[in-house]
Nanobody
């Protein structure tokens, strides 16, 4: 019923850009904590960036590894979350996932643990190589 579907991944060279999309259906994304994760081979799943419920603080969070290069945005009319990846590096190679969790109206988006997210996309592969 509740679904998230990512798209936009691909194979690019270092320094290039990609935009990932995450279309939500079956629920309203606007009032969720909406988060992008990534998982590289042999690594755990890590938070890349997220946007909080605007009724909490509406803030965006970025991991230090991508801060200044990646941008999270949300189009409420389209019920879609985006991740803009700029100046890509080889170490950005990973499967990228979007996820959402109903806000508890207390925590910002990056304060949720992965197990708390009730909705996950299937992932989209980003490969950065020269």
């Amino acid at each position: 019923q509740a679904r998230l579907v990512e798209s936009g991944g691909g194979s690019v060279q270092p320094g290039e850009s990609l935009t990932l999309s995450c279309v939500a259906s079956g629920f309203t994304l606007q009032y969720q904590a909406s988060t992008w994760f990534r998982q590289a081979p042999g690594k755990g799943r890590e938070v890349i960036g997220c946007v909080s419920n605007p009724d909490v603080d509406g803030r965006k969070y970025y991991d230090d590894s991508v801060k200044g290069r990646f941008t999270v945005s949300r189009d409420n009319a389209k019920n879609t979350l985006y991740l803009h990846l700029n100046r890509l590096k080889t170490e950005d190679t990973a499967v990228y996932y979007c996820a959402a969790v109903t806000s508890d109206y207390v925590r910002s988006c990056h304060e949720y643990e992965p197990y708390e997210f009730g909705s996950w996309g299937q992932g989209t592969q980003v490969t950065v190589s020269s």
